[in-house]
Antibody, heavy 120, light 113 residues
Framework: QVQLVQSGAEVREPGASVKVSCKVSGNTLTKFSMHWVRQAPGKGLEWMGGVDPADGETIYAQKFQGRVTMTEDTSIDTAYMELTSLRSEDTAMYFC?????????????WGQGTMVTVSS | DVVMTQSPLSLPVTLGQPASISCRSSQSLVHSDGSIYLNWIQQRPGQSPRRLIYKVSNRDSGVPDRFSGSGSGTDFTLKISRVEAEDVGVYYCMQGTHWPPLTFGPGTKVEIK
């Protein structure tokens, strides 16, 4: 059974950066195109970006372009999302969720979430 | 961008009674491949999201058959035939037909009366 295990909670000051990891277990990262979704406290789900399964290119939501970088280390089946120039509005739970390259399944599994708190 | 709207945003229901959530998209979700990439996502309090329904009407493994999805074009519905206590949470529709960006509805909060 495939699971996504994310890194632990983070606290950062405004202006800092944070890097969240998402490790695939029960399969290999190469079988997926990983996406990232965030959820501010009490708010809805917001797509941040992810890998386009058609060509492997990473696409970012316009809102985050220039501040977010999504990378992968396939040797350890781990995807990363780095967000820079943090501000208080970035306080949120961050989730990873994939597109299965074999079945085309989208967002059928989710990580447990990583809480990022931005506060001085 | 495709805008997803849901109604109602809050849904108090009596245990054992049916519930229905509507989701509408700002444009048709029929993909060029003929599929409709419309998912329903459940988020119980304090938990990660969980996909319930994919491609409009296909239930995920382990999802009780009291959940059903239907719809076409721009109008979609999630129905719960008999609400149970474990169904409390927020339900989101999500489209993956026209992206970027992938877009979610605002969510419908289901609570027990």
């Amino acid at each position: 059974q495939v699971q996504l295990v994310q890194s632990g909670a983070e606290v950062r000051e405004p202006g800092a950066s944070v890097k969240v990891s998402c490790k695939v277990s029960g399969n290999t990262l190469t079988k997926f195109s990983m996406h990232w979704v965030r959820q501010a406290p009490g708010k809805g789900l917001e797509w941040m970006g992810g890998v386009d399964p058609a060509d492997g290119e990473t696409i970012y939501a316009q809102k985050f372009q220039g501040r977010v970088t999504m990378t992968e280390d396939t040797s350890i089946d781990t995807a990363y999302m780095e967000l820079t120039s943090l501000r208080s509005e970035d306080t949120a739970m961050y989730f990873c969720s994939p597109v299965d390259l074999t079945t085309g399944d989208t967002f059928h599994i989710w990580g447990q979430g990583t809480m990022v708190t931005v506060s001085s | 961008d495709v805008v997803m709207t849901q109604s109602p945003l809050s849904l108090p229901v009596t245990l054992g009674q049916p519930a229905s959530i509507s989701c509408r998209s700002s444009q048709s979700l029929v993909h060029s491949d003929g599929s409709i990439y419309l998912n329903w996502i459940q988020q119980r309090p304090g938990q990660s999201p969980r996909r319930l329904i994919y491609k409009v009407s296909n239930r995920d493994s382990g999802v009780p058959d009291r959940f059903s999805g239907s719809g076409s074009g721009t109008d979609f519905t999630l129905k719960i035939s008999r609400v149970e206590a474990e169904d409390v949470g927020v339900y989101y529709c999500m489209q993956g037909t026209h992206w970027p960006p992938l877009t979610f509805g605002p969510g419908t909060k289901v609570e027990i009366k």
